[in-house]
């Protein structure tokens, strides 16, 4: 008599939520855009979302970018006060999305 032995099902795989700053919506990290503050106090697009430094997250939505940069939610979430070249360069990228 030969024993058989199941397979256990894999468990799911943890996917990491991040919360949009615009809309206030959590989505998995990989669909939003992140927004980093660097070691120099610069505030930069992060396409890859893991150089080092603080970050927040944003909808790859103009209505969440135009809803994040306004009312300095962007500044209170980096801790940092956004200098108006920075905030001019974000929000053309956020006019380039759809």
Same mark, same amino acid.
Do not use: F, N
């Given at each position: 008599?030969? #024993? ?6 894999? $468990?799911?795989?943890?996917? $990491?939520?991040?919360? @949009?700053?615009? @809309? ?5 990290? &990989? /669909? ?11 505030? /930069? ?6 150089? #080092?430094? &603080? ?8 209505? @969440? ?18 200098? $108006? /070249?920075?905030? #001019? &360069?974000?929000?053309?990228?956020? /006019?380039?999305?759809?």
């Amino acid at each position: 008599m030969t #024993s058989q032995k199941k397979k256990q099902p894999l $468990p799911a795989k943890h996917i $990491p939520q991040r919360t @949009c700053i615009g @809309c206030r919506q959590v989505r998995p990290k &990989r /669909e939003l855009i992140r927004i980093v503050r660097t070691a120099e106090g610069a505030v /930069e697009v992060d396409p890859t979302g893991k150089r #080092s430094g &603080r970050g927040t997250y944003l909808c790859k939505a103009k209505a @969440c970018w135009e809803a994040g940069l306004k009312r300095e939610r962007m500044d209170h979430t980096l801790r940092v006060k956004i200098d $108006p /070249e920075d905030r #001019s &360069r974000l929000a053309h990228y956020g /006019e380039t999305l759809p």
